[in-house]
């Protein structure tokens, strides 16, 4: 019995550590984004946050991977498929770092004080922009600072 306990502990312990965790934070400093604002006359308030990877230039990185492209006949079925689902996870890690971009920087800005309705998302691999109107409408202070 205790053979099976510590069996299937081990088991457990050894899935739960290759069980790769998307973490957002692998794209810091490697990342440009933009945050537009737009203040109606009537005092709806729209954004547009705007986010793509940075290239090698905009790091500061000289570029020496002269990489030839994938002969996709030379590359087996399997090797294909874990492509894609890397691929995949790196949507998936992209749209978390585009979503927690957004958030950061309506914090920092104070631009949607009751927070805002998602009006268009657009996300793709480097590159995603985020589409909103805050909850809030302008106030005298918000035209001061982020203007009409």
């Keep these: 019995m205790l053979k099976i306990v510590i069996s299937t502990s081990i088991l457990l312990l050894l899935t739960a550590c290759s069980a790769k965790t998307i973490d957002p934070m692998e794209f810091a400093g490697?990342?440009?984004d933009k945050f537009s604002t737009?203040?109606?006359g009537d005092g709806i308030k729209l954004f547009v946050y705007s986010a793509k990877l940075?290239?090698?230039a905009d790091r500061n990185i000289n570029d020496a991977?002269?990489?030839p492209p994938i002969?996709?006949?030379?590359?087996d079925a399997r090797s294909y498929a874990q492509e894609m689902r890397d691929k995949q996870e790196f949507l998936e890690l992209w749209t978390q770092q585009v979503q927690i971009g957004l958030e950061k920087t309506?914090?920092?800005t104070g631009y949607c004080k009751q927070g805002f309705i998602e009006l268009s998302r657009y996300i793709e691999p480097e590159r995603g922009e985020i589409?909103?109107?805050c909850n809030d409408g302008?106030?005298?202070e918000d035209i001061n600072t982020f203007g009409r």
């Design 30 to 32: 490697q990342f440009k």
């Design 54 to 56: 940075a290239t090698a």
């Design 38 to 40: 737009e203040i109606k």
């Design 71 to 75: 002969d996709r006949r030379k590359q």
């Design 131 to 133: 589409r909103g109107e």
């Design 106 to 108: 309506i914090a920092m």
């Design 65 to 67: 991977t002269n990489r």
């Design 138 to 140: 302008a106030t005298d």
